[in-house]
Nanobody, 123 residues
Framework: QVQLVESGGGLVQAGGSLRLSCSAS????????MGWFRQAPGKEREFVAI????????YYADSVKGRFTISRDNAKNTVYLQMNTLKLEDTAVYYC????????????????WGQGTQVTVSS
């Protein structure tokens, strides 16, 4: 069982940056596709970004493309989400997820989820 723990959330002004991290408990992390989702108050959880096991296949939601960057360090069992030019509408709880199946991660039906980290963007 892989445990995922997010960190790096916080309060930031609009236009600022944050880097989220998601650390995995198992070395099998290097075989997993990893993703980031977010859920704003009163809204459905939505896809943000995804990266396959070797970092070759990366996709973003249109709403974050050009501002967010997903990356991973398999030696550290960690996936990152660099968030730049943050907007008020980026305020949400951010979750990392992972699975051996790419589609499962992309659709949010993956096996492993973190507990979430709050990102709040203020004006």
């Amino acid at each position: 069982q892989v445990q995922l723990v997010e960190s790096g959330g916080g309060l930031v002004q609009a236009g600022g940056s944050l880097r989220l991290s998601c650390s995995a408990s198992e070395r099998t992390f290097s075989t997993l596709t990893m993703g980031w989702f977010r859920q704003a108050p009163g809204k459905e959880r939505e896809f943000v970004a995804i990266i396959n096991w070797n970092g070759v296949n990366i996709y973003y939601a249109d709403s974050v493309k050009g501002r967010f960057t997903i990356s991973r360090d398999n030696a550290k069992n960690t996936v990152y989400l660099q968030m730049n030019t943050l907007k008020l509408e980026d305020t949400a709880v951010y979750y990392c997820n992972g699975d051996g199946d790419f589609i499962s991660v992309r659709t949010g039906s993956s096996k492993y989820w973190g507990q979430g980290t709050q990102v709040t963007v203020s004006s």
